[in-house]
């Protein structure tokens, strides 16, 4: 038997996000999120870190055009933990959560060829509400996203190092998506982790 599966959508700016309701481990309030990190971690995306249980976990910020942010924008006022996975969890900040509950069918249709860029978590577009269009993702697939821009951003950085021979930041404990296992453990080299321009 298929399973039913209940979507929730995160807004932020003009962006609508579709996650499965399963995918969603606890929205927490943004003053929570502690937005002091370190340059590493900023080059890799984070922009702050999110206490729940006995670990922290990376927080990251998007655009309404899914550009990796290196600040908190004014108007979040969530924080959503996501589980990608078995173990990797990592939070996005939004403005809103919306749980679609009485949602019982939910039109889904492919992207049009104009969205389907390189590395997009996007997959599908949803209808709701009638006339309101939402884009379908997952952890898993906003996970991989996070990762690439990582990777290729710290690639420019090193670059541009390289050739005006300034020496690269150290790396070494670039932290990236922290699983349950202890935060020490899961800070990886920053060449391991990627994230899209």
Known sequence: M???????MLTFDKMKLLFKQR?????????????????????????GWIS???????????????????????????????????????GITCEEVVPLDEVRFLPVFPLPPSMRLPYSPLHHLALYEGTQIACITDSEALLNYLSAYAEAHMTEIEEQEEELNIPHVNADTE???????????????????????
């Open 2 to 8: 298929a399973r039913i599966e209940f979507y929730v």
């Open 52 to 90: 729940y249980g006995e670990q922290q976990y990376p927080v990251f910020s998007l655009s309404d055009t899914l550009e990796v942010l290196d600040y908190l924008p004014e108007k979040r006022l969530l924080c959503v933990l996501l589980e990608a996975g078995v173990d990797a969890i990592f």
């Open 23 to 47: 995918e969603i481990r606890v929205v927490e309030v943004i003053e929570d999120v502690e937005t002091s990190v370190k340059p590493e971690e900023s080059l890799a995306g984070i922009m």
């Open 175 to 197: 932290p990236v998506i922290v699983t349950n296992e202890s935060a020490e453990e899961q800070l990886l080299d920053a060449e391991e982790l990627a994230f899209l321009p």
